[in-house]
Nanobody
Framework: QVQLVESGGGLVQAGGSLILSCAVS????????MGWYRQAPGKQRELVAD???????NYADSVKGRFTISRDNAKNTEYLQMNSLKPEDTAVYYC???????????????WGQGTQVTVSS
């Protein structure tokens, strides 16, 4: 069993900053890619940023230059530093991780429960 637990969401004024964390625990053999997604009311879930085991990153155009994704492989944890937040960043943010639970099992994606980020204007 694999669990992803997020923390760090909340209410912030436009221009402010927040940092989200996501800790992966449970039966873990290895963690490949990790990422952050978000879903605003009435919209589809979208990729915000992702990061490979080696640290290569990819960002949605809407957050480039403002958000930074990182990971600590020793702690099985990923982070999303969000700066210069805008009201349009308001959404539920979900972390994801592609995890192998054993050397014999295929890797599969797991999701956190989501954390609300609200940016007021």
């Amino acid at each position: 069993q694999v669990q992803l637990v997020e923390s760090g969401g909340g209410l912030v004024q436009a221009g402010g900053s927040l940092i989200l964390s996501c800790a992966v625990s449970g039966s873990i053999f290895s963690i490949n890619g990790m990422g952050w997604y978000r879903q605003a009311p009435g919209k589809q879930r979208e990729l915000v940023a992702d990061i490979t085991f080696g640290g290569s990153t990819n960002y949605a155009d809407s957050v480039k230059g403002r958000f930074t994704i990182s990971r600590d492989n020793a702690k099985n944890t990923e982070y999303l530093q969000m700066n210069s937040l805008k009201p349009e960043d308001t959404a539920v943010y979900y972390c994801s991780a592609v995890v192998k639970v054993s050397i014999w099992e295929r890797a599969q994606a797991y999701w956190g429960q989501g954390t609300q980020v609200t940016v007021s204007s």
